[in-house]
Nanobody, 117 residues
Framework: QVQLVESGGGLVQAGGSLRLSCAAS????????MSWYRQAPGKQRELVGT???????NYADSMKGRFTISRDNPKSTMYLQMNSLKPEDTAVYYC???????????WGQGTQVTVSS
């Protein structure tokens, strides 16, 4: 099993920045990619972006240029650097791990990000 714990959320003014962290533990050798998702009140959960074991990233169009995903493999930690935040970025941000061998994805508990106008 893989356990994921997010941290770094909080309240920030529009135009500000935050960096979220996701620490993975357990059977981390089964992780083939990690992603950030977010869910705003009353909306479906949406993909923010993904980073593979090889470091390749891709982002949802609305996040390109403002959000950056990175990964510190020795520490089994993924980061989400969010710049130029907007009120519409307010959401609970979740960490996800896509696992090998057909195992069910792992999810973190989420961290709240609130952007005030």
């Amino acid at each position: 099993q893989v356990q994921l714990v997010e941290s770094g959320g909080g309240l920030v003014q529009a135009g500000g920045s935050l960096r979220l962290s996701c620490a993975a533990s357990g059977s981390i050798f089964t992780i083939k990619a990690m992603s950030w998702y977010r869910q705003a009140p009353g909306k479906q959960r949406e993909l923010v972006g993904t980073i593979t074991n090889g470091g390749r990233t891709n982002y949802a169009d609305s996040m390109k240029g403002r959000f950056t995903i990175s990964r510190d493999n020795p520490k089994s930690t993924m980061y989400l650097q969010m710049n130029s935040l907007k009120p519409e970025d307010t959401a609970v941000y979740y960490c996800n791990a896509d696992l090998l061998f057909g195992r069910t994805d792992a999810w973190g508990q989420g961290t709240q990000v609130t952007v005030s106008s």
